[in-house]
């Protein structure tokens, strides 16, 4: 028996991709219906190639998750309206600080609440159809983009970090104080006085943790260190994997504005 390598398992990567696209639609309508799935599935979930990266995912769940992400959704904009310094702020401001952060809290609401989640591989048009429509896929929105394995893994490492920490609901609050007055968002009016928030969060964090975590000298700087790592999962992700199933078309930001402003 030959041991030649099946050309239809190695990695989609290699190759010319014109040449690859042919010869994986070749294989996948030659090979018989069982050799297909073995193929499909054989695979680990873990990012070992290019493709695995791009790979396309969606909820396993999506109406139990997407009902706990949305719960999840509305306790941060309350979180925002119960504090009075917030509306101290010009509109302007506030409408710049929600587009800027409202992605972090969410996810930093996400680990307080304790949520996980799967995901599976998004169903997938027919090769064919990939094939016919090669590059159309260029032109989507970038916010609007499928979620991928990889920003994924990326996600849930965050919410790992989060979960190691084991926060309490204290030190939970005054993170979020700090990552919500951000005096960096672009457009602020009020930046010095939205810096100044941020400093007071940060130091009331720091304050909080002496008590419970008296011989933790370290803890404040994982802490921050935890939550630098939310700028790297993009609101596009958020609202896509979560939302984009329940609001259809219509604009997030538009909702989450609609929430924050009415009284």
């Known amino acids: 028996m030959s041991c030649a390598e099946d050309p239809a398992d190695r990695c989609q990567c290699s190759g010319s991709s014109e040449r690859q696209s042919n010869a994986i639609l070749f294989n996948i309508l030659s090979r018989p ?14 990012l070992s190639c290019h493709c695995e990266v791009r790979r396309s995912v969606c909820l396993k769940r999506p109406e139990e998750t997407g009902q706990v992400a949305s719960d999840v959704l509305v306790k941060t904009i309350h979180f925002m309206k119960n504090l009075p310094s917030f509306h101290q702020l010009p509109p302007k401001d506030q409408l710049s600080l929600l587009q800027g952060c409202w992605a972090p809290l969410f996810i930093l609401g996400l680990a307080q609440e ?28 970038p916010d609007r983009a499928p979620p991928t ?13 989060f979960w190691s920490l084991d926060l ?6 005054y993170l979020k104080g700090a990552i919500l007055f951000n005096p960096d968002v672009p457009g602020l009016r009020a930046s010095l006085f939205i810096e100044s928030l941020q400093q007071e969060a940060q130091r009331a964090l720091r304050e909080v943790l002496l008590p419970l975590h008296p011989g933790d000298r370290g803890r404040f700087a994982r802490i921050l260190l935890a939550a630098s790592a939310l700028k790297t999962i993009t609101a596009g992700l958020v609202t896509e994997l979560f939302f984009r199933t329940v609001i259809g078309q219509a604009d997030l930001l538009d909702l989450l504005a609609e929430m924050l402003f009415t009284r």
């Open 33 to 46: 219906e069982s050799q297909r799935a073995r193929h499909q599935y054989s695979r680990s979930p873990g």
């Open 149 to 161: 394995l990889a920003a994924v893994h990326k996600l849930k490492a965050c919410l790992n970090k």
């Open 168 to 173: 309490s609901p204290k030190e939970y609050a």
């Open 114 to 141: 304790g949520v996980d989640f799967e995901v599976t591989d998004s169903p997938a048009a027919s090769m064919l159809k990939r094939i016919l429509l090669k590059g159309q896929e260029q032109r989507t929105e």
